[in-house]
């Protein structure tokens, strides 16, 4: 069954500083793979998203992320953190169920903090 | 574009009454509509997959009966809660796909909704 592993429960970075948040997924074939924020109380954002050609996404925000087939990860990155992007992120990979429907299969997230 | 939006934002209820959360798509026609839960601190779990015009599709351990879903035409979508108890308090999340994306998991997310049952 298609997973999602992201192993960092929180990450406490400083301003200015980089930024990557690790994204592990299982999937048999050539997976869409998703990139979300979510600030407290609110709904996701998309931050990017993979599905074909360069493995290297550019998002909004500042943010990319790299596909690696070879490691089945989908890390994402930053190169200079800012206290704005304190909040939750999470990874997606998107499944087709015995039911024929297309769905998410989220991470468990990531917290991010940012001192200052 | 691609807009969605729930309503209410929170709401809070007491046990054992019925509440009803809607989610509508704003700028496009929505083919599938999606409703998850969270808990605190935790990730987004699907309860189920609507299509426009048919019965809504449950995800394993979720309750039909209690969580009813009815996605009526392509911009609405409702979840209603039925004898709502204390444990059914979470955020609820609905998010939309469009029939015209190329991309078959792009899904649009809603603000949320926070449910209290007192």
């Known amino acids: 069954a298609q997973s999602v592993t992201q192993p960092d429960i929180h990450i406490t970075v400083s301003e200015g500083a980089s930024l990557e948040l690790r994204c592990n997924y299982s999937y048999g074939a050539t997976p869409y793979l998703f990139w979300y924020v979510q600030s407290p109380g609110q709904g996701l954002q998309l931050l990017l998203k993979y599905f074909s050609g360069d493995t290297l996404v550019q998002g909004i925000k500042g943010f990319e992320a790299e596909f690696k087939r070879s490691q089945s990860s989908f890390n994402l990155r930053k190169p200079s953190v800012h206290w704005s992007d304190a909040a939750e992120y999470f990874c997606a990979v998107g499944a087709v169920v015995n039911t024929g429907f297309q769905k998410l299969v989220f991470g468990t997230g990531t917290r991010l903090l940012v001192s200052p | 574009g691609a807009v969605v939006s729930q309503h209410p934002s929170w709401v809070i209820c007491k046990s054992g009454t019925s509440v009803k959360i809607e989610c509508r798509s704003l700028d496009f026609q929505a083919t599938t509509m999606f409703w998850y839960r969270q808990f605190p601190k935790q990730s987004l779990m699907l309860m189920a997959t609507?299509?426009?015009?048919?019965?809504?599709?449950?995800e394993q351990g979720v309750e039909k009966d209690k969580f009813l879903i009815n996605h009526a035409s392509l911009t609405l979508s409702t979840l209603t809660v039925t004898s709502a108890h204390p444990e059914d308090s979470s955020f609820y999340i609905c998010s939309a796909r469009s029939g015209g994306d190329i991309n078959p998991y792009e899904q649009y997310f809603g603000p949320g909704t926070r449910l209290t049952v007192t």
């Open positions: 609507s299509n426009e015009g048919s019965k809504a599709t449950y």
